[in-house]
């Protein structure tokens, strides 16, 4: 029979254990109890987006924790023990969504964002955007817009790197090259990690000492408040390399002692996606700005949605002193670069690249811009009237064509081209090793309208209606009859009241591509447009005019 001490040490094992395994039931009850579980979708059809950066925001005492959204849209976080906390959605080319304050409760909270497609504020077709120095991101401007969509692949890659998501394997190199541009020593390195950081560093030399230190730039110093506060953001348009993508240009907004970053960031027109960084050190000692310190930083984003810096490079110039004080003469650079490769979810599909032309070749380039929507125009064939050389646009609206000495025309064919009665030929003259430019421009809506239709007896400008005609299978239907009708309130004449509720009717007739172009209404109204064939009324749709006064609108008919 066991003593009384050994009865008490057994109840006090089981009290103990019993209280072990009611801690443990309690912790996983209340860890339970403060899931937050997110699902994102597309707002229109309920479509999951994977790869949607998630953001818990706590209102006090905690720092926010971030992931990203599974296959199915789906991430779970734990909530914080107490005060509230909200839940962002982020992803590139969509806006951001934002939920309202949440208190922890006892059973998991489900919250369910619906975000919808982003829709950028462009910089001019031609010239620049308005530079901004403060507030970049409250500014209701294309350079604001752009940042917005550029901030959210710098987060996605600063915690793709800090929180090592996405193993990749590196080569990288550090190399010393002469003022002729030979490589005097090098090193490389080859590995695998789960980040590229910490990059290496270049000195600038000058008088055989380090005078400064240059890195290549990362996200976290791209997205501070310091450095935004400190640089002026202006929204432009690439040309040549960057012909057809967005860019927002950044440059320090006061001078400074220090080496500062001047440059511009890229971004895909269609998807808003970063494609790569552009910079140049200013504010480098004063003996060594005969040369460049000017680098390159290349981005990915892989179908997890994490970011990944798939490129980069920096070369910095190197002196030697002279007889003059503090005058250095270069000679050479400091260069280190690198490329990433994703060693586990595959990269998304780039868009396409411009390639360089081989010694003798010319290149002959441009884009194709739509002005009534402010995008690029994709799809666009361009060839010569030759037939020699043909190409299309990429989703940027650029092409390119690589080619000996060419004295010929340029033919822009597309069916938003035609429908505005644009001139497709362009002539075009460049000689071997050379280079020229051709691109086309769509107007606005109102100086289409200005083209293409006459003002009103009243002085007001007229209406403009588009489209194309089509039967079922898709093939145009030319010499059908379009009948324009609409109700004018009034009609002015030398500025007296002369008519009220005047029925108004015109008919045109369809191109040989099922084309039409109706000038004359007004706003007032509504236009009924009609399609007749063999004198019978085939279809007839009532349309609103909107505020542009210009009404896109195609048909599709059964047979003939």
């Not at 020699?388 to 650029?398: D, F, I, L, Y």
């Not at 279809?539 to 505020?547: D, K, L, M, Q, S």
Request: net charge positive; proline share 6%.
């Amino acid at each position: 029979m066991a003593s009384s001490s050994e009865k008490n040490r057994r109840v006090r094992r089981t009290l103990l254990h019993a209280s072990a395994a009611a801690a443990c039931f309690f912790a996983v009850s209340f860890a339970h109890a403060q899931e937050v579980r997110v699902e994102v979708v597309k707002h229109a059809d309920g479509e999951p987006i994977p790869g949607t950066l998630l953001t818990m925001i706590p209102e006090k005492d905690s720092a926010p924790v971030a992931r990203f959204s599974d296959r199915a849209g789906r991430a779970t976080f734990i909530a914080p023990r107490r005060g509230g906390y909200r839940v962002r959605a982020e992803r590139v080319g969509y806006d951001t969504w934002l939920s309202v304050v949440l208190v922890p409760s006892r059973v998991p909270t489900r919250v369910r964002a619906g975000m919808k497609p982003r829709s950028l504020r462009l910089p001019p077709v031609t010239g620049r955007g308005e530079t901004h120095c403060s507030n970049l991101g409250e500014q209701a401007t294309a350079a604001g817009d752009m940042w917005g969509e550029i901030r959210k692949a710098l987060a996605a890659n600063s915690l793709t790197e800090s929180q090592g998501l996405a193993p990749v394997d590196i080569d990288s190199y550090d190399r010393i090259i002469d003022a002729n541009g030979a490589i005097v020593s090098e090193t490389t390195d080859r590995r695998r990690a789960n980040s590229i950081r910490p990059y290496h560093f270049a000195n600038l030399q000058q008088g055989g000492a380090a005078q400064s230190s240059l890195g290549i730039p990362e996200a976290a110093t791209l997205l501070s408040d310091q450095f935004v506060n400190s640089h002026c953001f202006t929204g432009i348009r690439g040309a040549g390399r960057e012909n057809g993508l967005l860019g927002l240009e950044f440059k320090p907004a006061k001078l400074g002692t220090k080496p500062d970053l001047s440059g511009v960031l890229w971004l895909d027109p269609i998807t808003y996606s970063l494609r790569h960084l552009a910079f140049d050190y200013v504010n480098i000692p004063v003996s060594l700005r005969t040369a460049r310190a000017t680098g390159r930083v290349e981005y990915q984003q892989l179908t997890g949605g994490e970011w990944i810096v798939s490129k980069w490079q920096l070369r910095a110039p190197r002196g030697a002193a002279t007889a003059r004080p503090g005058v250095s003469a270069i000679t050479g650079y400091h260069e280190i670069g690198g490329v990433a490769r994703s060693a586990g979810s595959p990269v998304m599909a780039p868009a396409a690249v411009v390639s360089e032309p081989s010694e003798g070749q010319t290149r002959i380039s441009g884009s194709v811009l739509d002005g009534t929507t402010g995008k690029p125009l994709a799809g666009v064939e361009v060839s010569t009237v030759s037939g020699s050389h043909k190409t299309v646009t990429n989703r940027g609206g650029g092409y390119e064509l690589l080619t000996a000495s060419l004295e010929d025309s340029l033919v822009f064919e597309h069916p938003r081209l035609r429908l505005f009665r644009m001139p497709g030929v362009v002539p075009v003259t460049v000689t071997s090793g050379g280079a020229v430019q051709a691109s086309v421009i769509v107007p606005g809506y109102a100086a289409l309208r200005k083209a293409l239709c006459p003002a009103t007896s009243s002085r007001q400008q007229a209406g403009l209606a588009v489209g194309y005609v089509r039967d079922e299978a898709g093939n145009p239907v030319a010499d059908a009859q379009v009948a324009a009708t609409w109700q004018v309130l009034w009609t002015e004449e030398n500025g007296r009241l002369v008519a009220t509720k005047q029925s108004r009717r015109v008919d045109v007739r369809t191109a040989a591509d099922g084309s039409y172009l109706i000038c004359g209404f007004t706003r007032e109204a509504p236009v009924a447009l009609a399609v007749i064939t063999g004198g019978r009324l085939r279809v007839e749709n009532r349309v609103a005019v909107p505020t542009n006064m210009v009404v896109e609108h195609d048909f599709r008919i059964a047979g003939r």
